[in-house]
Each structure stands twice: as structure tokens, then as C-alpha cells.
């Protein structure tokens, strides 16, 4: 298996021999790691702890070779089913809030994974950095690797780059992750059915899993560097959004003045990126998959509600996923209630 051959744009794009190095420790390091059945189409990886797939693991490669942060970088970080589509929307609304109306919004016409570009993503189009290279500052970007994966170029105490990170309920990342799954699902492919997935899920087998461990990355570094790295649940922006608006803002330093207060600018951007208000934009009612691109818009809008494993996880299922939670959590601080 070639890696060449998964680099859709290769033909257009010459490599030099830095990126040849990286193709080749690729085809390289393939061949020696467990594989495991992926939900859909691909298989998974294990890779220096982390369940990834092809598309993922290259990514992670380039990024580490190639990729030369900047400190205004802000990236959107999550494992997949988290809230990533929402917290794109709030960041990139927060940050550039002096630069539109909000009545004429771009998260109106775009989806926000085509205003916070996706690291692995735009490497997997390009074979290249080039893309993301000639974004201008500060770059919004997101990620679902690991926080060990991201360079160290990234994490390091001399880069200025910073992580908003959100976790969510394991039951309800699972269970988002399965509908997930089964809409990627090749037409002639049964679907996966939720026993199948929960075993994979509770070991660790899902894409850049095993979440906890995903989870706890952020967490502890969440804690080592707080200036580098915020910490947010998928549950406290639902009870309390106007608040986890504010908090972002302060980290990002761009906190709301008083003015922007009594303009009541805050509740606005809670209203714009809102559930109910993103999924009924036409572009995100867009269920159409265009040929590159197996996933549409809509497939990233479900239900966008706390607790609705409750509707699918017989209760010793339940119990089962918060056992390990609870083991792999034990110690760190850190709990999902
Ligand atoms: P459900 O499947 O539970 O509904 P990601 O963006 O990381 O892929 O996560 C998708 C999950 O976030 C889905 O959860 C989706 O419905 C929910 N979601 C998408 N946009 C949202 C928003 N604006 N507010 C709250 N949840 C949202």
C-alpha cells in the first residue's frame, strides 16, 4: 500500500524531499500496527495509544513534519461527536464578532467547518501544509488528534498557540458517534448495530480513541497550562452558554466590553450558533455528499440535546460505560458530572 495513493491532490502537487520522508515513514509504520474494524468504511490504527485512521494518521504525520505554527493560532479541539461543529461556530463568532452583523453572518451561508478548517483535513486534500500555510492571522483551526499527537512545535512552553477543548457525557458521545456511523455507512453495508459499537467504544476502538484517554490529555494539560489550553463541557455551554461565551472570550483575550454588554452582544452569538438556529440554515440542511466528500452538512446536526443515550442504552449498558468512566477517571480530578 502505497501512500501516494491516498493523497488525492498528489498529481497537482510536486513534494519535495521533506514530504517524501514523511510519505515513506508512512508507508513504513502502516504495515506494524494493530489494526482494528472502523465503524464505517476504513479500518482503525493503533498509534502510540490512539485508535486513528489512515486519513488521521498521515495527518498527524505531516502535521509533526511539516506544519510551522504561528502564536496567534487558535484551535478548536475535540474527539469527534463532542461538540465540535457548535464550538467552531462559537469561536470563530467570538473572535471575529467586530468584523460582521449578525444579521448577515457567514454561519448563515457556510458551515463552520468552511470558516475553522480542519488541520488533518486540509493536509489530506493537499498531501501538504500549503493550504493552512497560507491562511492569514490568526488562523482558526481545528483538530480531533490527541493532545500527545499534536506537535510538539504546538504544546511546547514556546508556542503561543492556544487549544479550546470540549468533552462531552461518554454515553452521549457514543451514541451520536453510532447514528454517526451509520449514515457514513457504504449504501450496501448493513448497519453497525449498537452492541457491535458499544464493545469497540468501551475498548477504546473508535476513532481517535479510547475517548477517555483523549479526554484526559486536554484535562491534564488543561491544568499544567491554562493560559494554553481551556477546558469546557459540552454540558455546561447547554445550561450556561452566555457564560461559556465569556469565558472563551477571556482566554482568547478578547474579553466583551462593557459596551458590547449592554448591546447584549454575548446572547447574540449564543442565538447565532444555537441548535435550533444552525440547523435550520439551508446550507446545514444540505444533505447532498459530493464526490470527494463523504459527509454532507446536515449529518453534523442531529438532536443536539443532553441525555439522549437514555432513548438507546439499555440500563445495564449505561452502567457499564459509567464503570469506566469512573476507573479511568479515578485520581485525575476530573469527572463528566
Ligand atoms: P447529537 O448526535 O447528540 O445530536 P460534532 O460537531 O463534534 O460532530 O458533534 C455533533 C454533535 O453535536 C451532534 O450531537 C449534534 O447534533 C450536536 N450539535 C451540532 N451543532 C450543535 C449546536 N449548535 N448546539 C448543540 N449541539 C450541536
Not at 502502516?30 to 485508535?51: C, I, M, N, V
Not at 486519513?55 to 478548536?76: E, W, Y
Not at 498531501?127 to 483551526?141: A, E, H, K, N
Not at 444552525?278 to 443532553?306: C, H, L, W
Request: glycine share 4%; proline share 7%; charged share 25%.
Amino acid at each position: 500500500m502505497e501512500a501516494s495513493k491516498f493523497f488525492s491532490r498528489m498529481e497537482e502537487f510536486e513534494p519535495d524531499e521533506g514530504y517524501q520522508k514523511t510519505y515513506r515513514s508512512f508507508d513504513e509504520v502502516l504495515p506494524s500496527l494493530p489494526p482494528s474494524k472502523g465503524w464505517w468504511l476504513d479500518q482503525l490504527f493503533h498509534y502510540q495509544g490512539f485508535w486513528l485512521s489512515t486519513f488521521a494518521l498521515r495527518g498527524s504525520m505531516l502535521l509533526n513534519d511539516h506544519f510551522k505554527p504561528r502564536p496567534t493560532d487558535i484551535i478548536v479541539a475535540t474527539s469527534p461527536k463532542c461538540g465540535t461543529t457548535w464550538l467552531r461556530a462559537l469561536v470563530f463568532s467570538i473572535v471575529n464578532r467586530h468584523s460582521f452583523d449578525f444579521s448577515d453572518h457567514p454561519l448563515s451561508k457556510m458551515n463552520p467547518q468552511e470558516l475553522v478548517f480542519f488541520l488533518e483535513g486540509a493536509i489530506y486534500i493537499d498531501g501538504s501544509t500549503s493550504f493552512i500555510d497560507g491562511l492569514p492571522s490568526p488562523r482558526l483551526l481545528s483538530t480531533h488528534l490527541p493532545y500527545s499527537l499534536v506537535p510538539k512545535s504546538m504544546t511546547d512552553d514556546t508556542s503561543d498557540c492556544r487549544f479550546v477543548y470540549i468533552c462531552r457525557d461518554p454515553k452521549d458521545v457514543f451514541i451520536s458517534k453510532w447514528h454517526f456511523a451509520n449514515k457514513l455507512r457504504a449504501k450496501d453495508l448493513p448497519p453497525i448495530a449498537l452492541e457491535e459499537a458499544f464493545d469497540s467504544f468501551c475498548k477504546g476502538a473508535s476513532h481517535y480513541g479510547p475517548f477517555w484517554d483523549h479526554v484526559l490529555g486536554y484535562w491534564k494539560a488543561s491544568l499544567e497550562s491554562p493560559k494554553k489550553v481551556l477546558f469546557l463541557k459540552y454540558e455546561d455551554v447547554k445550561k450556561q452558554p452566555s457564560d461559556c461565551v465569556r469565558k472563551v472570550a477571556e482566554f482568547l483575550e478578547v474579553p466583551f466590553s462593557p459596551e458590547e454588554e449592554s448591546k447584549e452582544i454575548v446572547e447574540e452569538i449564543v442565538k447565532l450558533c444555537s441548535f435550533e438556529n444552525m440547523s435550520n440554515q439551508e446550507v446545514n440542511k444540505n444533505a447532498t455528499r459530493n464526490s470527494g466528500r463523504p459527509i454532507s452538512n446536515s449529518d453534523f446536526f442531529r438532536k443536539g440535546e443532553v441525555g439522549d443515550w437514555v432513548n438507546h442504552l439499555s440500563p445495564q449498558m449505561a452502567e457499564a460505560l459509567d464503570q469506566i468512566t469512573e476507573q479511568k477517571l479515578q485520581g485525575t480530578g476530573f469527572n463528566f458530572r
